[in-house]
């Protein structure tokens, strides 16, 4: 990953004057395989008879400049289309790519709530 693409990653917290953090919490990022990215897939998790079957949930960062939330929208629409409109979507206000860093308090609210609506689902 390129050095100077911490303020990306973590542009919400730049946007919080934080760029101490930006440095600190980029340099404890490991390095992706570029695989990841743009090498064979081997297990096509786009197809229906491998996709997953439960209720899906897809956080947006509202400012991440990383993966554009239109972006992933277009994402999440090809998953939805394909496992019958079960992805639920979140977005989350002045979060960037790394939320789970920059906006962890946030992100632990939006997971129980999900998990307490799930619960009271299967309850029924």
Sequence with gaps: MPSDAGPYVFNDL????????VKYYF?????????????KVTNDL???ENAYQ???VYVIGE??????????????GKI????E???KTIRIQNAGHAMLVSRPDVVVNVIE???????????K
């Design 14 to 21: 730049v946007k919080d004057g934080k760029e101490d953090q």
């Design 27 to 39: 340099d404890q990022m490991l390095t992706h395989s570029s695989d990841s990215f743009d090498g």
């Design 46 to 48: 786009f197809s229906k």
């Design 54 to 56: 439960g209720q899906m």
């Design 63 to 76: 400012d991440d400049v990383v993966v554009p939330p239109s972006l992933a929208e277009s994402m999440i």
């Design 80 to 83: 939805d289309a394909i496992v």
């Design 85 to 87: 409109n079960r992805v």
């Design 113 to 123: 709530d999900v998990v307490a609506e799930l619960q009271k689902a299967s309850a």
